[in-house]
């Protein structure tokens, strides 16, 4: 009876300790993280131009195609400043017009007319030239002003944020809202440095969300080339301002690989910011870095 008990002790402290192992090769040797986000490109879309609104033509949350209209601003302001253009270059045309018959005429009568008066009729009329094109170009940006009354989507994605309200005045730059860019849609893992060697580009991947049952499945597309060196600061124009402190108990600086999606259950919708864990199904079986 009592040698069952010392196997039954000793059996559970081997599962134990297998169960221990892999746990301790599962999270601190493969290539594991928790740390995992969905991610995408957000596009502010900010007015070119300024004035009220006039008409919001989507809600939030809805998909866009690239070139849809999103918001009108007010064109009457633009209209008649496109109307002046316009009348500015017909006048300065007109008075080109005139300025070149009249050196014609001049210059056909060049054995009366003195030589300096020439002269000043194609000096006259090479300035009207120049002021014609500085009217050309004034009508064309006129008209652009015009055209960017009308915010369009510049890419295709599903617009979030969206609080806006006819009436309300908007600035040049200023971001009146997001436009997510779903063809973007990636998830990012930060790997712990110690596991980069098991991680490379190509590399089968599966993510879980967070409460969301399923498995999503992509690749390794990159790995970041840098991260933020949190111990020096300054400049690259002053010598480098390096922190005298240094603390014994270092933690494993985390890498963000870029995580391409090739595959998302059916039912499944990724939202930015979303939080998954990323498994790396690496090849590499050789073993890792110490863990440290």
């Known amino acids: 009876m009592k040698i ?14 297998l169960a221990v192992r892999a746990l301790w090769i599962r999270y601190q040797v493969e290539p594991v993280t928790r740390d995992g986000k969905v991610l995408a490109d957000i596009v502010p879309i900010a007015p070119d131009v300024a004035g009220l609104i006039t008409d919001v ?3 939030d949350n809805q998909m866009v195609r690239q070139g849809q209209v999103l918001l009108v601003i007010d064109p009457s302001r633009y209209t008649l400043a496109l109307q002046q253009a316009q009348a500015s270059l017909g006048s ?21 007319v003195a030589s300096e008066v020439i002269e000043q009729g194609q000096t006259k009329v090479e300035q009207l030239r120049m002021a014609v094109a500085q009217a050309v170009a004034a009508r064309d940006l006129a008209q652009l002003n015009l055209d960017r009354t009308q915010v369009k989507a ?4 599903e617009v979030t944020n969206v609080t806006l309200q006819p009436g309300i005045y908007l600035t040049v730059g200023k971001p009146a809202l997001a436009l997510v ?6 998830v990012e893992g930060y790997f712990e440095e110690t596991k980069l060697q098991r991680i490379h580009v190509g590399d089968r991947v599966s993510v879980h969300l967070m409460g969301v049952p399923g498995e999503i499945r992509g690749h390794v597309d990159s790995i970041a080339s840098a991260i933020e060196d949190r111990e020096r ?12 402190a240094f603390t014994w108990v270092r933690l494993a600086q985390r890498i963000p690989v870029r995580i391409a999606i090739d595959d998302v259950p059916k039912g499944t919708r990724l939202v930015p910011g979303q939080t998954a864990t990323v498994v790396v199904h690496s090849p590499d079986k050789s073993p890792g870095l110490l863990p440290w």
Request: aromatic share 0%.
């Open 4 to 17: 069952l008990r010392a196997l039954c002790t000793l059996l559970a402290i081997a599962l134990l300790l």
């Open 57 to 59: 033509r989507v809600h």
């Open 92 to 112: 300065q045309r007109a008075a080109l017009g005139e300025a070149m018959r009249e050196d014609r005429r001049n210059r056909s009568m060049a054995n009366v």
């Open 154 to 157: 510049p890419v295709s994605g």
């Open 181 to 186: 860019d779903t063809p973007s849609l990636r």
């Open 233 to 244: 600061s300054g400049d690259m124009s002053k010598p480098a301002d390096v922190n005298p």
